[in-house]
């Protein structure tokens, strides 16, 4: 079975830490992806890599970065966590080309306080 | 740049009425179109795409170039399909999503 995985289901922490949130695929897929979902804005683009060591901002960049320094594993970087970064985080992986669609984790729900 | 709107936020109706998810792209090509569902407490995941041209539990999508929209529809609403829905949009290599419908279907 096709997966991909989020290291954490929920996280919650202080304003100003360093936040990493990890994400590895098993399905060698060249493309990696980062969204946040809200309410009523739907799945925002943080950030996508079409392979190692390749990133390109999304939609929304700014407050985060990524890293890729595995094929498998795309990690989503809050330099200085904000209030208004609390969200639901996804990660997506997919084949070259979009023909297959996006397979994607089961989320990490992250809190600022 | 591509855009998709679901212009309907939540969208409420009896079980066995028929429903129907709106979804309008922004693309002068020919873009590739996909519907996604998220069930709650569930990982999203896709439900169908528009080349496929198949139906996925029941429901079917349309694209019509013309009005620019992908519709997704299904003649009888079950309990079971309440669950959010994002339609997606491919001009490149990667997908640009919609707001989301959450669907609710009553007994």
């Known amino acids: 079975d096709v997966k991909v995985t989020q290291s954490s289901r929920y996280l919650v922490k202080r304003t100003g830490e360093k936040v990493f949130l990890e994400c590895v695929q098993d399905?060698?897929?060249?493309?990696m992806f980062w969204y946040r979902q809200d309410p009523g804005l739907g799945l925002r683009l943080i950030y996508f890599s079409y392979d190692v060591k390749m990133k390109e901002k999304g939609d929304i960049p700014e407050g985060y970065s990524v890293s890729r320094e595995k094929k498998e594993r795309f990690s989503l970087i809050l330099e200085s966590a904000s209030t208004n970064q609390t969200s639901m985080y996804l990660c997506?992986?997919?084949?070259?080309?979009?023909?297959?669609?996006?397979?994607f984790g089961s989320g990490t729900r992250l809190t600022v306080v | 740049a591509q855009r998709v709107t679901q212009p309907e936020k939540l969208l409420s109706v009896f079980k066995g009425a028929p429903v129907e998810l709106k979804c309008n792209y922004s693309y002068s090509g020919s873009p590739e179109l996909f519907w996604y569902v998220q069930y709650s407490r569930q990982r999203l995941q896709l439900l169908l795409r528009?080349?496929s041209r198949e139906s996925i539990k029941g429901f079917t999508a349309d694209l019509n170039k013309g009005e620019t929209s992908f519709h997704l529809k299904k003649p009888f609403a079950q309990e079971e399909d309440s669950a959010m829905y994002y339609c997606?949009?491919?001009?490149?290599?990667?997908?640009?999503f919609g707001g989301g419908t959450r669907l609710m279907v009553k007994p």
């Open positions: 528009h080349i």
């Open positions: 997506a992986s997919s084949l070259a080309g979009t023909r297959t669609g996006y397979t």
């Open positions: 997606a949009s491919n001009a490149g290599n990667m997908l640009t």
């Open positions: 399905m060698d897929h060249e493309n």
